[in-house]
Structures are given as structure tokens and as C-alpha cells.
């Protein structure tokens, strides 16, 4: 007993590991191929692959081996030793991906073969032998007929006990204690330990019993069941193997975009969802282990449990509706990160618990019906598990890639809660002697869903106060929506993240009117993120020969054609434009193109999946891009970050870049955006002709004065940073290896944003800035006359008159107004704190 403890205990570590590794595979190949869903289903498509043929192939022979037990061993070493490989393939990719991207060319079809042939390299090996481990472990601890059932279902609750804690440690603790390299050394550690101690225990272990087929008489076997209990045919049982996992994946998958559309989105929220439907799939298991020890007869018992998983799995979008009170942000108070984690998993376990657990007790227990059929028992395991995950496969894609885009979030859920009763119904007409009337419960319950469905499902996006839905669409990356508010258009994605819209024009167009102002004959533009593509519609205002677009989401793309096209300044109808869905760094890496100007859209660093176009490694690919003289722009919404954030930021872009400046994009107080901008070339400057010139091209008029153009434009440049890096020298670089920002950021921010980096306190920095580096000694400045200097302490003093005021300091404001307009030639200021601003911010009335 002992001893099976102890085997029992590296099988949960051994699941702990395998966790650890799928997380990191997935974040380490999606910044090879992009952040996609596309790329996300290669990974995970391959990964189980792996993990089916390695259980099919390794459970019909580790029944003929004479110890299972050390059979499990050498197959975690194999695990173990296959796993380091992974160093070696991944950087060699990394180095020949874009020749191999260029020989597929834009073939989309011949792109993705690419993505499943190094994904396949990659992981397939380790996963296969990952697949054997289970039939191995179940055949040494299986030793008669009586004991598949309760022993096999009990080895998956304790394998996934081990993964959903490898989840929990993968995202909330192990990143925090060591660079991604030594998390995955670490569990490449666990592997081989697990191994040798399989090894030595088997070496101390003689077999009790010796593999022999399932239908051998032991003692111990059960009475025989009666008629009315008699088996369900195989083929019946292959297919609830194959439909459980086919259904429990899609709605994983569903669920993590149910649960998107009202959480902040962090690593740390999707890994709340994850570690609740694996710790169901436990509980389910540990349930299928109790119900397998009955004598209760076992096809009425899964007709039971798949009538009521589809009634929970039907039940969840009213239960996630009346739980959030109709799609509400969850948190978003000053509760601080820890309660806000607690708030999460409380309405997600009361979501996912109840249905995860039943939908996780059907597979297990179906190890109770395949008792006594003439296998052994590591043959029946996997061939179980192998029919089982390519379910899963085919569920976890067709729900992102089809259902969603069919039927819709809610709907789908629905459809799947209908399959799970379509199932029982068929259960019980194959069960021998059940009364044929059972049938109408599942078919009845099925029916009414349907009527619900059609008549009563909640609300698909949030409806917020004085908007009205234009357009919703739903699809495999997010839920986007175009709404009108006040008259003007905007998108949200997943309810609460704005793409922004009609109503911030100026600012919009000023992120990319300003980078490609300060390039004195810009001709070629890449823009990392479309949004409505009101910013990247500034590149119509300017001789650009090429337009080169990467936004993430198709479904963005498609609702900023048909919505925003106008207010895009005719955007996607120029033959220059070239817009690609893709992962925007992606786009950078594989295609080997350069530019004179890389434009990236406003992106929440702390976001599952954005946290790596704020890293080193990405800033200096965007140098690579860029032919001499060109320049990066880093846009930063600042209004969703705090200090240490930004510092991050500004140290990494110092790191890969030689001078560094920043940029204002707007003057608002609560919620302005800055750019910071990169140069490849140390001696970089501001070319006053080129601002002069394309200031006036973008008012629109030859006769304004040069001292107004130039005062419009100088009064958003704030500083240089890489002159005054001593102030950001305490902040850790954010590199691809030690993502800072992902991790460390969303516990600062909580459940919302936390303290931002807005106001006075921005207000303030300037003035540290301006301090650290005078624009009369900024090296960035040393082509401007002292008149054009001023400008720039002109506008610091303006961002102070306007965050005074948004505190309703007046009479401390009126004084850096004052300063202001003394000294520029402007009679009246600029609109303030109004994002009705007029769409052109460069024609003012001059004194």
C-alpha cells in the first residue's frame, strides 16, 4: 500500500509537470507564430496529437512488459529528454522562420502547414511519450478486472489534481521566482526525478499480479451483473469517449470566452478558468471512482450524468448572466489584486464547478463499463484516452472556428447542452430492458433548452448606458461590437476594451500624424494594430508609397471596413494599404521588410497576450525593420498604467534603441496617451523644415504663419529620455524571458487600473524630465532656435494648466495658461479636456 502511495504521488508531479510544460509551449510558440487562435489551435491541435497516439501505441504494449512500472519510468526520462530539445529547435526556428516564411510566400494554406510542421517537431515527440505514461501507471496499479473502474478513474483525478496545481504555480507563482527558461529547466527537473524514482521503486517492487487480459478471474471480481445491466455495445462507448472530450473541450473553450467579456484579461484571470475546470475534471474522476466501487448498474448511470451535464452546460450562460448581473465588470474597485483573484474564483467556481464536475465524471467512468472485455488494462486505458483526446481536438477547434462564429457564444453553449442529452437518450435505447419511456426525459430537457434558447437568452454584449448596438460580431479570436454613443461610432471588444471610435478624432489621428511628422519624407508605414483605423487613415495625409497594416483580430478588421471607412479618410479602399490579420510582431519577424516608420497602437501591457510587443527582444526587431533614418513609435495609454509600468517600458525601449524621446499625442488630464519614440541612429534630431512642412500640409493652408505651425507641433514633445535614463535606472528591462509587465503589473492594478500615471503626477514627471535634460541642452533639440525651444516648455506648461484644472486648482492653472500663451503666437488655447476636439489640431488663430 505503501508503495502504491508512493507511485500515486509521482503521478500527480508527473501531471504537475505536464501543465507546466503546455503553458509555456503555448506562450513560447505563440511569440514564434503569433499570439493567433489560429496559431494557439496549431499548438494545442499537435500537443494532444501527441498525446492520443502516444496513449494508443504505449497502452497496447506496456501490458506485455514485466514491469509497467519502469515502463512509466524510462517513458518520463523520454519525456524529460525529448522536453530539452525543445531549446535547441526553438531558437534554430527563430533564426530560419522568416527564409522558411519567404519560401511559402503569402499563401495563408502554406503558412500554416508551416506552423503544424515546426509545431509538430517541437512538441509532438515530447507529448507522445507524455501519452504513454497514463496506460503505464494504470497497468502497474491495476491488477484485476474489478479495479479498471475505481483505480483507473482515481489515477486521473490525482494526474489532474498534479496539472491543475502545475497551472496554479505556472501562473501565479514560478514566472514571479525565475526567468521562463529556468521555469521550464524546472519541469524538465520534475520529469527526470519522477523518472528515476519510478525506476528505483520498481526496482524494489516485484509485480503482485502479472499483466494479464482484464477478463482473467481474480477472487476479488464482482458478481456477475444482471441482464438489465448488461454492457453497452463498444461502439457506443467509443463514441461517449470520443463526444465527452469533443464537448468538454469546446466548452473550456466557450467558458474562457464567457468569462472574457468581464474580466481584465490578465495571465492570472484565463489561469483562474483553466485551474477550475481541471480541479472539476478531478472532482469528476474522484465521483466516477466512487460511482465505480456500486454495483449499480453502469449505462443508466451515465445516461444519468450526461442528462444532467447538459442541463448545467445549458443552465451556464443564465447562471454566468444573473451572476455578473448582466455581463458587469467583475472587480474593477480598489479591492487590490488578492481579493480581486479571490472575487474571480469565487464566480467562476460557482460557473464552471457544478457542470465541470459531471462532464469530468463521464470519461472515468467509463472505464467501469469496459471491465471484463478482454484487455489489458494499460490497452484499455489508452485506447480510452487516445479516442478521448481526439474529441478533444476536434471540440476545442470547432468551437473556437465554428461554433462561435455560427451560433454565437450563448448558442453555442446551448448546442453542446443539447448533444449531452441527444447522448443519453441514446445511452438508454441501447440499454437492454430500460424502459423505452426513460427516453422523454433527456429528449423533453433537450426541447426545453431549445425553447429557451430561442425565445429567453441573455444579452450577447453589455449594454451600457446612451449606447445602442450598430453591429456585433462574434468569432474565434473576441466578441467586438460597434455602438454609437453621443452621436458618434466606436468598437468594443469582449464588452469593456474600446478600440476607440469617431469621438477622439484629433487624438486618434494624432498617433499617427505625429511619428510621421517627425520623419522629414516618410514613404513606407507599418502599423502594429488597426483598431477602427482612424490613426492609420493619417498615412492618406501623407506621400506614402507603402501602407502595411497587422491587426490580430478578424473581427475588428471586419466591422473597421464596413463602419469606419470614412472617418478612416478612405483607408481601405487605397490600393496601398495592405492589411493583414496576423499577430503584429509576427508580421515584423517574418516578413523581412523595412520601414521609414513603425507605428504600435495603444496596447494594455498587462493583457494576456500583449505583454510581448513591450519586451526587448520586440523593440529590437523593430530597429532590424527599419531602413536608415526611421523611427519607432510606442504609443502608451497611460490612463492604464502607473509608474513602475511605464519605467519598464522606457528602460526596455532603452535598451534596443540609442535615442529614445518622448511625445504627447494629446493635452486631457484623465486619459492621455505618449509616445515613445525610438531611433536607430544615437545623433538623431527634430528636423524643424520637415515639421513646418508637414504642418501646414495638415492644416490644410499655405498662408498660416511658420511660428504657429511650428508652436502646434513642438508643444507635444516632452523630453528625451535617453538623456535623462538615470530616472528610469531602478526598472527592470521587460524581455521576452522575464515578461515583468505580464506578470507583475496586474498585481498592481488589482482588478482595475490602479494608480495611474495621469495628472499632476504625469504634470510632475514632465517637470523631473525637464529638469534631468533642459530643452536649451536636449541634444534631440539642437536644431531648433531658442523661440522653437520655448515651444516645448510651453507646452509642459500647458499639460500643467490643464491637469490644475481637472482638479479645479483655477487660479493656479490661469498662471501656466498665462505662460503658455506668452509664449507662443496663439490668441486663444487649444481645446481642453474635450475629445470632441476638431479633427485638426494644427490651425490655430494667431495673435
Known amino acids: 500500500m505503501v508503495r502504491d502511495g508512493l507511485a500515486f504521488l509521482i503521478f500527480f508531479v508527473s501531471g504537475f509537470a505536464a501543465l507546466v510544460y503546455q503553458v509555456l509551449w503555448l506562450r513560447e510558440l505563440g511569440l514564434l507564430f503569433g499570439n493567433t487562435a489560429e496559431a494557439a489551435a496549431t499548438v494545442i491541435a499537435v500537443f494532444f496529437a501527441g498525446i492520443a497516439a502516444g496513449g494508443a501505441y504505449w497502452g497496447a504494449r506496456v501490458g506485455r512488459h514485466r514491469s509497467p512500472l519502469r515502463s512509466f519510468g524510462i517513458l518520463e526520462l523520454c519525456v524529460a529528454v525529448t522536453a530539452l530539445l525543445h531549446f535547441v529547435l526553438v531558437h534554430a526556428y527563430h533564426a530560419i522562420y522568416p527564409l522558411l516564411y519567404a519560401v511559402v510566400g503569402e499563401s495563408a494554406a502554406l503558412t500554416t502547414l508551416l506552423k503544424l510542421i515546426l509545431a509538430f517537431v517541437v512538441l509532438f515527440p515530447p507529448a ?77 517492487t516485484r509485480q503482485a499480479v502479472p499483466a494479464r487480459p482484464a477478463n482473467t478471474t481474480y477472487p476479488d471480481r464482482p458478481p456477475t451483473p444482471s441482464k438489465a445491466a448488461a454492457p453497452l455495445p463498444g461502439a457506443l462507448v467509443a463514441l461517449l469517449a470520443f463526444a465527452s472530450g469533443a464537448a468538454a473541450l469546446a466548452v473550456e473553450v466557450l467558458w474562457t470566452r464567457m468569462f472574457a467579456q468581464v474580466l481584465h484579461n490578465s495571465v492570472y484571470t484565463y489561469s483562474v478558468v483553466l485551474i477550475l475546470f481541471l480541479a472539476a475534471l478531478a472532482f469528476g474522476s474522484l465521483l466516477a471512482s466512487i460511482l465505480a466501487r456500486t454495483r449499480l448498474a453502469p449505462a443508466p448511470i451515465v445516461a444519468a450524468l450526461l442528462t444532467a451535464t447538459g442541463v448545467a452546460v445549458g443552465a451556464s450562460p443564465w447562471l454566468f448572466a444573473t451572476l455578473t448581473g448582466g455581463l458587469n465588470y467583475v472587480g474593477g474597485g480598489d479591492e487590490g489584486f488578492g481579493r480581486y483573484i479571490a472575487i474571480v474564483f469565487a464566480k467562476a467556481a460557482v460557473v464552471v464547478l457544478p457542470a465541470g464536475v459531471l462532464l469530468g465524471t463521464v470519461l472515468p467512468y467509463l472505464l467501469r463499463i ?105 468569432g474565434s479570436h473576441a466578441t467586438a461590437a460597434v455602438v454609437r454613443r453621443d452621436g458618434h461610432k466606436l468598437i468594443r471588444v469582449n464588452n469593456f476594451y474600446r478600440l476607440g471610435g469617431t469621438g477622439a478624432m484629433a487624438s486618434e489621428r494624432n498617433q499617427g500624424r505625429i511619428p510621421l511628422m517627425l520623419h522629414p519624407n516618410p514613404r513606407s508605414v507599418f502599423f502594429l494594430g488597426l483598431g477602427t483605423g482612424i490613426t492609420a487613415g493619417a498615412a492618406m495625409e501623407f506621400d506614402l508609397a507603402r501602407i502595411d497594416i497587422c ?297
Not at 173 to 202: E, Q, R, S, W
Not at 736 to 753: A, C, F, K, N, T
Request: charged share 20%.
Open 551 to 847: 491587426e490580430i483580430l478578424p473581427e475588428v478588421v471586419y466591422l473597421a471596413r464596413r463602419h469606419f471607412n470614412d472617418a478612416a479618410q478612405g483607408l481601405y479602399d487605397d490600393p496601398r494599404t495592405d492589411i493583414r490579420v496576423e499577430d503584429g510582431r509576427n508580421c515584423l519577424a517574418a516578413r523581412p521588410r523595412q520601414y521609414d516608420v513603425i507605428i504600435s497602437d495603444l496596447f494594455t501591457p498587462w493583457k494576456a497576450g500583449t505583454g510581448n510587443l513591450y519586451t526587448v527582444e520586440h523593440y529590437e526587431l523593430a530597429r532590424e525593420r527599419l531602413h536608415p533614418g526611421g523611427l519607432f513609435a510606442q504609443w502608451l495609454p497611460m490612463y492604464q498604467l502607473d509608474r513602475a509600468d511605464f519605467d519598464i517600458i522606457v528602460r526596455s525601449m532603452l535598451e534596443a534603441f540609442p535615442r529614445v524621446v518622448l511625445w504627447r499625442g494629446d493635452m486631457f488630464a484623465s486619459a492621455p496617451i505618449l509616445a515613445v519614440v525610438g531611433y536607430p541612429d544615437a545623433h538623431a534630431t527634430i528636423d524643424p523644415n520637415a515639421l513646418r512642412g508637414h504642418g501646414l500640409a495638415l492644416a490644410g493652408r499655405d498662408d498660416l504663419p511658420a511660428d504657429a505651425v511650428e508652436a502646434a507641433a513642438l508643444r507635444f514633445y516632452v523630453g528625451n529620455l535617453s538623456s535623462s535614463a538615470s530616472l528610469f535606472a531602478d526598472a527592470p528591462a521587460n524581455h521576452d524571458d522575464r515578461p515583468v509587465i505580464e506578470y507583475l503589473s496586474p498585481q498592481r492594478h488589482g482588478g482595475d487600473r490602479g494608480s495611474r500615471f495621469v495628472g499632476m503626477p504625469l504634470a510632475r514627471f514632465y517637470e523631473a524630465l525637464a529638469t534631468q535634460t533642459p530643452p536649451a541642452r536636449d541634444p534631440y533639440l539642437q536644431a531648433l532656435d531658442d523661440t522653437q525651444r520655448g515651444y516645448v516648455t510651453a507646452g509642459l506648461s500647458y499639460y500643467r494648466y490643464v491637469a490644475l484644472q481637472h482638479e479645479g486648482h483655477f487660479e493656479a492653472a490661469e498662471v501656466f495658461l498665462n505662460d503658455f500663451l506668452a509664449r507662443t503666437p496663439f490668441k486663444l488655447p487649444p481645446a481642453v479636456n474635450r475629445r470632441d476636439a476638431p479633427a485638426s489640431q494644427w490651425d490655430f488663430t494667431t495673435r
Open 370 to 474: 469496459l471491465q471484463g472485455r478482454g484487455t489489458t488494462a494499460g490497452a484499455t486505458i489508452g485506447r480510452l484516452v487516445a479516442v478521448n483526446t481526439v474529441g478533444g481536438i476536434l471540440g476545442a477547434v470547432g468551437a473556437g472556428f465554428l461554433l462561435l462564429a455560427w451560433l454565437g457564444l450563448w448558442a453555442a453553449l446551448v448546442a453542446i447542452a443539447v448533444g449531452y442529452l441527444a447522448l443519453a437518450g441514446a445511452v438508454l435505447l441501447a440499454t437492454p430492458l430500460a424502459p423505452r419511456w426513460t427516453v422523454a426525459a433527456p429528449v423533453t430537457l433537450a426541447g426545453l433548452m431549445l425553447f429557451l434558447a430561442l425565445h429567453m437568452l441573455p444579452d450577447r454584449i453589455r449594454n451600457f448606458r446612451g449606447e445602442t448596438l450598430v453591429e456585433l460580431r462574434e
Open 128 to 204: 507522445f511519450f507524455m501519452g504513454g505514461t497514463l496506460p503505464a501507471m494504470g497497468q502497474h496499479l491495476i491488477r484485476s478486472p474489478a479495479r479498471l473502474g475505481p483505480t483507473g478513474s482515481l489515477l486521473y483525478a490525482v494526474n489532474t489534481l498534479g496539472g491543475m496545481s502545475g497551472a496554479f504555480a505556472g501562473a501565479f507563482v514560478l514566472p514571479l521566482t525565475m526567468d521562463i527558461d529556468h521555469v521550464y529547466l524546472f519541469a524538465v527537473g520534475l520529469d527526470a526525478l519522477v523518472g528515476l524514482c519510478a525506476l528505483m521503486l520498481a526496482a524494489r
